[in-house]
């Protein structure tokens, strides 16, 4: 029988990528989101599309569950910088589009496998290196409303394996690549590169000295895949992440590279700088290899390379 896998938040970045990797695999793709209709460049890719406010439980009850084999939940807020003052909104988000969906998996009595997306920005920074699973997670008061709404969500997700369902955490690291709109590094840059060659001004940065764990979206879609498609798995959450990381400055030679702007002047804005910003970070993906066999396939280099060549060709 052909396994059929719930994929919220389908219509966006990550979900686009989950949703084609499903169905190369012969998945049948049931998609939900808060948009009024299924994006155009999914349409021979998902198989149903249902428009749902996931924090609503009337809304999320017309869904039908009886089919799902697997759930991967991507819907929520993701943006950092927006969660600024929203405490209560992304609480209400990132913490809903879980637990209202699963009280609602539990009333149509049935026991997919899970895959509830965190980020590994639940993790203190400040400890010994590489971040494990078993790492600390960072102190509530010493971070953002975004990162606070996640662990928030672990902790109310957690509760669902309690009452019988088979849910997987996953902690994505930094992640990036083709489709990918600003609000992150890599697109960010990837907008005022452009910005700067066509009105030949300097490109003003932040502290890039600054090195983080980047892995391509590509890879993080097959990790979630795998983990949803796993006939069985030893743990209940796994660490995303490439194991390595990779300089600020290194991102930008790559993109001043791949959009032909080598020339383009970099200059240093002092209000760009964060005071107590964490110099290095990476974490171990060992536990999610040993279980399912994944590696990234994809460098960063490509992953900068298939990013600008995307917005080439959409601008």
Known sequence: MRKTVLVTGVNGFVGHHVARLLAERGVSVVGVGNQPALE???????????SCDLTDPDEVASINLSDIGAIINLAGFAKVGDSHGQGDLYNKVNIGVHTVLYDEVLRQNIRPRIIAVSTGAVYDPNQPLPITEDSQLIPRDKTNEYVVSKQKMEEAVRSFRGKGLDVIIVRPFNHSGPGQLPGFLL???????????????????????????????????RAYVELALADSLNYDLYNICSGQSTKGTDILDLLKKAFGASDVEVKVDQSRIRPNDVMDIYGSRQRLTDDTG????????QMVRDYAAWKQLND
């Open 40 to 50: 155009d460049d999914l349409q021979d890719v998902v198989d149903t599309y249902t």
């Open 187 to 221: 697109p960010d840059l990837g907008e005022q590169i452009a910005d700067a060659s066509r009105d030949n001004t300097p490109l003003l940065v932040g502290n890039l000295e600054t090195k983080r764990d980047y892995t391509d979206v590509r890879d993080v879609a």
């Open 294 to 301: 994944w590696e990234p396939q994809f460098s960063v280099e």
